[in-house]
């Protein structure tokens, strides 16, 4: 079975539950404005859920701990979202993307909403609305929304039906995406009468970073948040790119270089920096680089070509550069922090001590950084010493699901 990084969910088509969705629904897409249209992809009984948070959820763990999800209370169905956002990077070219919302099959007056932003995925449709092969995207439904909540899930520009280019790590676009998969799940349930209450915000590593940026545009527009909270959070780019380039350590994965293949790609196309690639990545890799970024070959055949470190992957005199921020990339980089502004809302930051992605110093800056400019605390969490990228994930997961039910007095 082989794992993948960051946000990383098993490449395997999840037996004993396909069929229940279908990635090429015969639903038809029902309209709800000129801008959102949703379909029903299936829907999930407890059953099910209950293999998802046993069987499946033993599968995806990379470290043997004994660690329990509790079974779901209620059946769910799930809804393929497509609506219309914009490329922000792109002087607001409108574009087409997708995303998922998960219902529970069970009566009540009023729902709490979890908007969760999924991890780094190295193909297009390891994501939320193609929820058969997305292991993380199952745990996060079955965690939830088999418990009450609704979970809506955007799959950003370039993923899942989207035609675009992989919006990997691309700050405004990952917002804007964010942000109007919100207002598109928000039509969509107020067609269907569903009353909607609290909104919490979740993610992991890419999409831990997702939900801070996301997070703090909800702040500045006035969108009320109950809670976030984040697992394995890349808050600053720079640094952790910065980290794998000049600090390799025996933790580090291997597979971190496919993730700096899709930064560096992604930049080139977003930020309009034509021959950024081919000035960063070494020769020998650019093309398996330009084609893993396009969609055109799979991991297992890119991790054969691709070396071990970073380091190895780029052009020498690239890899200098990173110390001084001394082209746009890095400044880019730079830029895009994710977590230097003054709170509003409780978070939480959940790290591990084995996180071979985002070492415990990148995972928990927000905390000592909310200190000084007086925000809303941001409170770190330790998942433990064994707990690896996965593992920092599931601690996660269980943790956040207790506080954000005790914060609803539950």
């Known amino acids: 079975m082989m794992r993948f990084v960051c946000g990383m969910v098993l490449t395997v088509l999840l037996v004993g539950t396909v069929g229940q969705v279908s990635a090429k629904s015969t639903e038809k897409y029902i309209p709800v404005t000129s801008d959102v249209s949703y379909q ?4 999930y009984d407890v059953a099910t859920l209950n293999k998802i948070v046993t069987t499946e959820l033993n599968e995806f763990k990379t470290t043997k701990t004994d660690v329990a999800m509790p079974l779901a209370k209620n059946a769910v169905k799930l809804y393929r979202v497509k609506y219309r956002t914009v490329i922000p990077e792109k002087n607001n070219r409108a574009v087409e993307a997708t995303g998922l919302i998960v219902l529970p099959d069970k009566v009540a007056a009023v729902y709490p909403v979890v908007s969760y932003q999924h991890g780094t995925v190295f193909t297009k449709t390891e994501v939320p609305s193609f929820p058969e ?5 199952r745990l ?3 965690q939830f929304a088999g418990h009450g909540y609704i979970l ?12 675009e280019p992989d919006s990997y790590m691309v700050k405004e676009s990952t917002i804007q995406a964010s942000y109007d998969m919100l207002l598109a799940a928000r039509s969509v349930l107020a067609s269907m009468k569903i009353k ?6 979740s993610g992991w590593s890419q999409g831990a970073w997702s939900t801070m940026v996301f997070r703090n545009r909800l702040e500045q527009v006035g969108v009320p948040i109950k809670a976030a909270a984040t697992a394995s959070t890349p808050n600053d780019t720079y640094l952790l790119i910065s980290k794998w380039l000049n600090n390799r350590t025996a933790l580090d994965t291997d597979w971190i270089v496919g993730t700096v293949a899709l930064l560096i790609n992604s930049y080139e196309q977003y930020y309009s920096l034509p021959g950024l690639s081919k000035a960063a990545i070494k020769p020998q890799y650019w093309q398996t680089a330009r084609d893993f970024y396009e969609n055109k070959i799979a991991w297992a055949e890119v991790a054969k070509v691709f070396p071990k470190s970073s380091k190895e992957f780029l052009q020498d005199s690239f890899a200098e550069e990173s110390s001084l921020m001394a082209n746009r990339f890095y400044r880019q980089l730079f830029e895009n922090q994710g ?7 409780p978070s939480r930051l959940y790290y591990g001590k084995a996180d071979e992605v985002v070492p415990v110093y990148v995972a928990t800056l927000p905390v000592a950084y909310q200190q000084t400019v007086g925000g809303v605390p941001a409170t770190a969490v330790y998942a433990g010493d064994i707990a690896d ?3 920092t994930f599931i601690f996660g997961m269980l943790d956040q699901k207790q506080w954000f039910d005790s914060l609803m007095g539950k």
Do not use: C, N
């Open 152 to 163: 809506v899930a955007p799959d950003y520009i370039g993923k899942g039906t989207s035609t």
């Open 40 to 43: 029903f992809i299936g829907t």
């Open 339 to 345: 977590y230097q502004w003054r709170y509003k809302t």
């Open 133 to 137: 092969q997305s292991s993380e995207t």
């Open 196 to 201: 909607t209450g609290d909104l919490f915000l």
């Open 389 to 391: 990228h996965r593992g």
């Open 140 to 142: 996060m439904l079955a």
